[in-house]
């Protein structure tokens, strides 16, 4: 079963056919965008190669989620090269065959889970874990879970005001990378919360979203209610 951004890929590969087609998936504000590229290899029959400019380019639009390419008339799945492209960059690397339209991906061996890419899930892979995962791998300080009842912020319950009371962090009035930055989201009270990146951009994790990285001033900033800074780096 292939899904919308699948039959896109699909449509521009087939396009492609005998030559290999390729093309970046892009993790947009928290939502996954194919962008198709040319193929500059020397031979586009059996190779691909995205250009720099492309990869740059689409990097500057959002997190590089997956590369993407096709096999033409080849069940094999992924190469030897391709596998280890991968996991040295640390990127997915999915290649479909054409016209076979098989799926093989690679997903690079990862000691943590990354920060960016996650799905969605209350509890286990929301704003706050990823927050708590953040500080964890950047900054090696461990912050507390929160046992956030379902639907709290329509209960007027403020989970938020725990940074101030018991784990280390002050209001500040001015951001410096990595802020913690509070957001009430069409609610009374605080209800979302990311990590400040530095030069306008932040890192967090929307309901319904993949955790990204996108500017605070997309219209993040009109829902912002504080910016807490650790105790521990002031």
Partial sequence: MYNKNDKEILEYLVSCYPEEGCGIILNKKGKLKFIPCKNEAEDPFN??????EEYIKASMLGDIHA???????DEEGLSEKDIAT??????????????GFTKFV?????????????????????????VRDYY????????????????????????FDDLYNSFGFIEVEE???????????????????GVYLGDGIF???????????ESLYSGWNKNI????RCKKFI
């Fill in 47 to 52: 190779y691909f190669k995205i250009p720099a």
């Fill in 67 to 73: 590369i993407v390419h096709s096999h033409p008339d």
């Fill in 86 to 99: 991968s996991n040295f960059l640390g990127i997915t690397y999915i290649a479909y065959s054409v016209p």
């Fill in 106 to 130: 690679n997903v690079p061996n990862r000691e943590a889970k990354p920060l960016l890419g996650r799905d969605y899930n209350f509890g286990t892979n929301d704003c706050w874990s990823l």
């Fill in 136 to 159: 964890k791998a950047t900054l090696d300080t461990v912050l507390p879970s929160i046992n956030f009842e379902d639907d709290w912020w329509l209960k007027g319950l403020n989970y």
């Fill in 175 to 193: 951001l410096k990378t990595h802020d913690v930055i509070i957001f009430s989201v069409l609610s009374k009270v605080p209800n979302h919360c």
């Fill in 203 to 213: 890192m967090h994790h929307a309901e319904n979203r993949l955790s990204c990285r």
């Fill in 225 to 228: 209610t504080r910016y807490m």
